[in-house]
């Protein structure tokens, strides 16, 4: 299991109310007992600031409010002796405009900096009709008149991957990292590289709502040429023992999303259906059955995503409070038990729901690009609560004034508190992820999908054995015929007997089949 560290958010070393490495560092003991294998770190360059560090001005430092290098590696130094293994991300997409390339563009035009990007002359109207994904055009104007694209925020220029001069210098980041011992790079926008060569209009307009990009963002997503770059930065990898590369390609057609994954490319490009479906028995069967599908065509395993830090969070996305907390731990059973590589946002073990961040102190662009129609991703983006003091331990000290309010009553969800509670989320995760190890038909076996009425049924079989993962997504209790083992269950009211288990609504049951 790779779990996603919101660097920021997951623990204060110094007190200044910012997540660290040396924080981090000292919570690997926790990641290691919870059962991770790996973990990826969202960006910890020095940045910006305008887009929770994807806003990159030196690729081969550390932000000094995170650490420095030293501390990186002391981090993955402890983290190897502890058997978990570190991911970087990378954003090879944009940089920020306060880059050093992007300076020496705005100062003289004819620059060879200036051709790391997409500038256009001075006209009255922006080059095409290419949307910014964070709201409004893509295209902003240099304080010169020039047009430059941004496919995020302004603060986010875009690359042109056009230029050699690009690749080369991602080549040596990669290597820079590689030599540091660390196990891999999470691609940032890894479908976004390349544009269309004459940059024509899109035929149509973008949608957030959707599963991804369409044909009606053809000019701007899934250039046939972005494919190479991912043989090279794989062969780079090749040269480095145990190392992979994840992408993020948020593509409508996941056939196009799996061609990313395939054997001479990165080794995984993530399955966002599951974190984009909602609670219903045929969205989630054809989530798992479309991915197995697509990603075994091209030889990869699935990475399976319920959470991340771009989206509400699971409890308040299946329906809030007890429901939606029953819903995220019954979700959880189901996706630890699929063949491939599950990925854990950080805080989600612990079931927290979206926080309610008031908009006077939220940072993310698209609540604000948007004039506030869009709620922006503050809520999945707040401190982790470590105890049940009143700061609940992300910083040393009390008073310390996290980055993001820590919300009221945070404590209760706390990692003390559950990892001492037997009937926790917590340790419902932690048993699955023993689980997991233990059976190798978890997490490794051929699966099988089927459905009956709202129950989604997985069966997942390894050499020597099945567990069959049930679960049951509607509103009345079902009797599963069970003849074999209840390994865990969701919810501590699972009742079995005779070979049959009653499997509440909202639930989910792993069964080691006899
Ligand atoms: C995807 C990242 O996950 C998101 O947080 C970021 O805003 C965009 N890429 C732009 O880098
Ligand atoms: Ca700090």
């Given at each position: 299991m790779v779990y996603q560290v919101y660097l920021r958010s997951f623990a204060d070393s110094n007190g200044d109310g910012i997540g660290d490495l040396p924080g981090l560092r000292s919570r690997l003991p926790y990641l290691a007992w919870l059962g991770v294998d790996a973990l990826w770190i969202n960006p910890h360059y020095p940045s910006g600031g305008a887009d929770g560090g994807y806003d990159i001005v030196d690729y081969r430092a550390v932000d000094p409010e995170y650490g420095d290098v030293s501390d990186l590696e002391d981090l993955v130094a402890d983290a190897r002796r502890l058997g978990l293994r570190v991911v970087l991300d990378v954003v090879p997409n944009h940089t920020s405009d306060r880059h050093p390339w992007f300076q020496a563009a705005l100062a003289d035009?004819?620059?060879?900096?200036?051709?790391?990007?997409?500038?256009?002359?001075?006209?009255?109207?922006?080059?095409?009709?290419?949307?910014?994904?964070?709201?409004?055009?893509?295209?902003?104007?240099?304080?010169?008149?020039?047009?430059?694209?941004?496919?995020?925020?302004?603060?986010?220029?875009?690359?042109?991957?056009?230029?050699?001069?690009?690749?080369?210098?991602?080549?040596?980041?990669?290597?820079?990292?590689?030599?540091?011992?660390?196990?891999?790079?999470?691609?940032?926008?890894?479908?976004?590289?390349?544009?269309?060569?004459?940059?024509?209009?899109?035929?149509?307009?973008?949608?957030?709502?959707?599963?991804?990009?369409?044909?009606?963002?053809?000019?701007?997503?899934?250039?046939?040429?972005?494919?190479?770059?991912?043989?090279?930065?794989?062969?780079?990898?090749?040269?480095?023992?145990?190392?992979?590369?994840?992408?993020?390609?948020?593509?409508?057609?996941?056939?196009?999303?799996?061609?990313?994954?395939?054997?001479?490319?990165?080794?995984?490009?993530?399955?966002?259906?599951?974190?984009?479906?909602?609670?219903?028995?045929?969205?989630?069967?054809?989530?798992?059955?479309?991915?197995?599908?697509?990603?075994?065509?091209?030889?990869?395993?699935?990475?399976?995503?319920?959470?991340?830090?771009?989206?509400?969070?699971?409890?308040?996305?299946?329906?809030?409070g007890a429901v939606g907390t029953t819903r995220a731990r019954a979700a959880a059973l189901l996706m630890l038990a699929l063949p491939g590589s599950p990925y854990v946002y950080a805080g989600d073990e612990l079931g927290l729901p979206q926080a309610t961040v008031p908009d006077a102190v939220k940072r993310d662009p698209i609540f604000h690009r948007s004039g506030g129609a869009r709620a922006g991703r503050d809520g999945c983006r707040v401190p982790m609560p470590w105890n049940d003091s009143p700061g609940v331990g992300f910083s040393p000290e009390e008073s310390a004034h996290p980055w993001l309010p820590v919300p009221e009553g945070w404590d209760r969800y706390a990692v003390s508190a559950q990892a001492r509670d037997g009937g926790s989320m917590l340790t419902m995760y932690r048993r699955a992820l023993a689980l997991r190890a233990a059976h190798p038909s978890l997490g490794s076996g051929e699966a099988t999908v089927s459905t009956q009425d709202s129950v989604l049924t997985v069966r997942c079989t390894g050499t020597a054995e099945t567990v069959r993962c049930v679960v049951n997504m509607g509103s009345e209790t079902v009797l599963v015929g069970a003849p074999g083992a209840v390994l865990l269950a969701s919810t501590t009211r699972v009742r079995g007997s005779l070979g049959s288990v009653a499997l509440p609504p909202d639930s989910a049951v792993w069964i080691l089949e006899d």
């Open positions: 035009p004819d620059c060879p900096e200036a051709a790391r990007y997409h500038f256009s002359p001075p006209s009255d109207e922006p080059p095409n009709n290419w949307q910014s994904l964070f709201g409004g055009p893509a295209w902003s104007r240099t304080p010169d008149g020039r047009w430059y694209l941004h496919l995020f925020a302004p603060e986010q220029p875009d690359l042109n991957w056009r230029d050699p001069a690009v690749a080369a210098d991602f080549e040596q980041t990669l290597r820079f990292w590689l030599d540091r011992g660390i196990s891999g790079f999470r691609v940032d926008v890894a479908y976004g590289l390349f544009k269309d060569a004459g940059l024509r209009d899109n035929p149509g307009a973008y949608s957030p709502t959707l599963f991804g990009h369409g044909p009606e963002q053809a000019m701007t997503w899934n250039q046939p040429e972005v494919h190479d770059v991912w043989r090279r930065w794989r062969g780079i990898c090749d040269e480095y023992p145990d190392t992979m590369l994840v992408g993020e390609v948020c593509l409508a057609d996941l056939e196009q999303v799996a061609l990313y994954s395939r054997p001479d490319e990165m080794h995984q490009s993530f399955s966002f259906r599951l974190l984009k479906s909602s609670w219903d028995t045929a969205a989630f069967a054809d989530a798992v059955r479309s991915a197995l599908d697509v990603f075994g065509g091209v030889g990869a395993p699935v990475s399976w995503v319920l959470g991340n830090h771009d989206k509400d969070r699971q409890v308040t996305r299946f329906g809030g």
